[in-house]
T-cell receptor, first 116, second 110 residues
Framework: DTGVSQDPRHKITKRGQNVTFRCDPI?????LYWYRQTLGQGPEFLTYFQNEAQLEKSRLLSNRFSAERPKGSFSTLEIQRTEQGDSAMYLCASSAPGAGETEKLFFGSGTQLSVL | RKEVEQDPGPFNVPEGATVAFNCTYS??????FFWYRQDCRKEPKLLMSVYSSGNEDGRFTAQLNRASQYISLLIRDSKLSDSATYLC???????????FGSGTKLNVKP
């Protein structure tokens, strides 16, 4: 499977616990995005990497959230001290805009987080 | 004001009907536009890009009106399998992010 891969698919945790999600983008894609989606809403931007550099971070992302992409390949998103309001689908997307081409996002299946 | 606004629906239509969705965006510097389709509890999947001249892909037609800052999606001869949520997406020039609307839900009924 050469698509975007996310792990785990589902995560149930208790409030106050830390959780970490992983995303493996399409192999030749240098850009990687994290989005969050709650029921009835569209995906909301969280952060963006170009290769290993985190170039943009949403104000939605509190200091409990951190993302890394250490070697410019896979990425992790960690949430510390989870709160019930963190319950959502966390989506990863990757892209590889070519010269003169429109950048398009390709999503993984997401990680559904439930904080009890 | 949200970057992208859509009518949430639902649009309930019979098979074979033609249905149209609109979406408005607030940033006049937006340069790329898309429609994504999302099935329940699945990830969004690219349906089509939207070009200034309008474009068609089978039963689907997308149009862009830059002056009024809206995008439309027309689905002809609706199929049961078209039932999904359709997300309008905008990528403003100079922004390293894509803005998603909340989606328009379509139910195609037999």
């Amino acid at each position: 499977d050469t698509g975007v891969s996310q792990d785990p698919r589902h995560k149930i945790t208790k409030r106050g616990q830390n959780v970490t999600f992983r995303c493996d983008p399409i192999s030749e894609h240098n850009r990687l995005y994290w989005y969050r989606q709650t029921l009835g809403q569209g995906p909301e931007f969280l952060t963006y990497f170009q290769n290993e550099a985190q170039l943009e971070k949403s104000r939605l992302l509190s200091n409990r959230f951190s993302a890394e992409r250490p070697k410019g390949s896979f990425s992790t998103l960690e949430i510390q001290r989870t709160e019930q309001g963190d319950s959502a689908m966390y989506l990863c997307a990757s892209s590889a805009p070519g010269a003169g081409e429109t950048e398009k996002l390709f999503f993984g299946s997401g990680t559904q987080l439930s904080v009890l | 004001r949200k970057e992208v606004e859509q009518d949430p629906g639902p649009f309930n239509v019979p098979e074979g009907a033609t249905v149209a969705f609109n979406c408005t965006y607030s940033n006049s510097a937006s340069q790329s536009f898309f429609w994504y389709r999302q099935d329940c509890r699945k990830e969004p999947k690219l349906l089509m890009s939207v070009y200034s001249s309008g474009n068609e892909d089978g039963r689907f037609t997308a149009q862009l009106n830059r002056a009024s800052q809206y995008i439309s999606l027309l689905i002809r001869d609706s199929k049961l399998s078209d039932s999904a949520t359709y997300l309008c997406v905008v990528n403003p020039r100079g922004f390293n992010k894509f803005y998603f609307g909340s989606g328009t839900k379509l139910n195609v009924k037999p």
